[in-house]
């Protein structure tokens, strides 16, 4: 994974040394590939410049491969200027992707460019929060439109390979009609549910559980930038909201005439929603089951469960730690595949934990 | 937290061995009270019984406190005849607090009546997910009417606290205001999220990151048992869901105008509102950092993680493993207080982890 990938040796010049472009610097230099970095922000390129992500480019510089990573709002302007400045492949890792396209339409060069989007973020921003590891296993949309070259996209196929992404390949618009409803509606209806906490009285919010901070937690992302990202997919996204009231005027409806078979009639879709979201390893979705144990809140307590739970040869799959207010000990949720989890339960009593069966 | 409180002495009677009657039952044994159940489903008391949450009710029992813990639908009547039945204080658990107190209002004895509901809950439902620890630490509602008798509110309080919970006192209806907010419509429109996933095609749904898992997992919620609660406090949530439609409007306008200010308006509001729900411990949320750190997906590899972590006397407040398709290598998360993750990162770094800054 962290090897150079055949056809890209580099050197990778990046232009916008934010999150999504300081991390993929930091992942080709794990790889060993030179990398070229620009940003508007002389502040950003010394910090990435820092952090190891690459070094400034030069004029006479000649990147294999051009990474825009810049603002939605200037990817068509900065693409078109990286296919008239230079003869390399040009991709970008922009939230959308038919937008950027449209802008290079039938330019000259244009078979250089393949769209590109890395499905991983952050609720921060800026190169102090990147990560070598952000794309770890995370699915890359790679988005050629017809006059791309076959080269070009395998380049960039393998800029995904190497930064540790799974290469996912789209039309761009399948693409953006896809995010539209796993990234760009969720977004907008968590900041929908979170805008009704803003002004609610502290004995209400004093209720909040994990529910809530789970449904909200995305809705803490930069409205400037998210504001950007749904302008430019406002197709897909309109044709999503106002699916979404339809169905809400059906659910005011069903609440307010006590129709109780509509109202799970839509919460029944919703389970069926769940269900269809593809599971860890990308394969159907193994059964798994939660072990619940007790653990003081303070250092060193954690890790002594870790190595306890890992002397049982088990696998942990996920785990959760409670952090409600007020909670003294803490209850840690570990995931692990059903069939280990009696093993994972005796393993722990026998070394003194107390489980929750 | 353990141990008995006060006022609570027990026997307690506990109608309905689900999730959170089992639990109840279990929390109270672990401090040592005896418990007697009941259930309409033979099944379940069997079960709740075999796993140590009480013994079967026999009607020369004289419970000190009954806990009526069935689905929202039969409430009101289980807490009358629980009223006329014996001299008992009675709460019940349920997650709509005005409707019950109605069905009891004026009857004989509804000085002794005073409602609660632990925020406590799961996707799962059934004695076989209950835990003792359900409640450790969590809020958990205690809503006096206006003739309520202060030693039946004190009983319910010690009856949350023997159980691990943070008593929270507010009126019925005030409680069915906040959980409109904070755990109704979360819900309501995590559904309506997850309902637009059920038909997508595959491929996009390859696309989906932590943010759509995040937003929709309590949609995966019991359509029945939602939807009964939702429509015991229909008032309170339809309130909620036409402001939630109005803002929706706005933004559906702002996204088909292209208005960029009022689509960002929306998205501030949501901002606001991640940052009112208050942080672990109930007081001010400290600042805090993440620590990322990769970890091979394999038996023992997090043990010595938190092994090495905790050796470095660093306090974990909160643990994120990745689980996005097709990762090889796991990206942990460890959060931290801002102040010790330097020490963190460079105590893992000397044990030869390989962190990400």
């Known amino acids: 994974m962290s090897e150079a990938d055949g056809p890209l040796t580099g050197p990778v010049e990046i232009i916008g040394a934010g999150l999504v472009g300081t991390s993929i610097g930091l992942a080709l230099g794990r790889a060993g590939i030179e990398v070229l970095l620009s940003d508007a922000s002389a502040d950003h390129l010394r910090t990435a410049s820092g ?28 693409i078109a200027s990286a296919l008239r400045t230079s003869d390399a492949v040009v991709t970008d890792v922009g939230s959308v992707k038919s937008g950027p396209l ?17 499905m991983a973020g952050s609720e921060r921003s800026g190169p102090l ?14 988005t050629p439109h017809d006059t791309s070259d076959p080269r070009a996209v395998a380049l960039v196929e393998a800029l995904a390979r190497v930064c540790g992404g799974v290469p996912v390949r789209l039309t761009p618009l399948e693409h953006d ?3 539209a409803r796993t990234s760009h509606l969720p977004h907008l209806l968590a900041a929908l549910v979170a805008g009704r906490l803003a002004d609610a009285p502290a004995d209400h919010l004093a209720l909040s559980g994990q529910g809530v901070r789970d449904v909200t ?42 129709d109780r078979d509509a109202l799970e009639g839509v919460l029944r879709e919703g389970v069926a929603g769940t269900a269809a979201i593809p599971g860890k390893h990308g394969g159907p979705t193994r059964p798994m089951r939660s ?16 190595a306890d739970a890992g002397a049982s040869e088990v696998n942990i799959e996920d785990v959760h730690i409670d952090h409600d207010p007020g909670r003294p000990v803490g209850l840690v949720e570990l995931l692990v595949e059903e069939g280990r989890a009696e093993h994972l339960l005796a393993s722990l009593e026998s070394r003194g934990w107390v489980t929750h069966r």
């Open 291 to 306: 072990v619940f144990v007790s653990v003081p809140d303070h250092p060193g307590e954690l890790a002594r469960l870790f």
């Open 129 to 142: 929060a990147a990560s070598a590891a952000l794309f770890d296993g995370r699915p890359w949309a790679v």
């Open 51 to 78: 952090l190891g992500a690459g070094r400034p480019v030069t004029p006479d510089d000649r990147p294999q491969l051009v990474v825009v990573a810049v603002p939605p709002d200037h990817l068509g302007a900065v």
């Open 102 to 118: 449209a802008a290079v339409a039938g330019a000259p060069g244009v078979g250089r460019y393949v769209g590109g989007h890395p």
């Open 177 to 179: 009609r896809a995010v």
């Open 217 to 258: 937690r995305v809705a803490a992302g930069d409205p400037a930038l998210y504001g950007q990202i749904v302008s430019a997919n406002s197709e897909a996204v309109l044709a999503l909201l106002t699916e979404v009231r339809e169905r809400l005027d059906a659910m005011i409806s069903a609440v307010g005439a006590a």
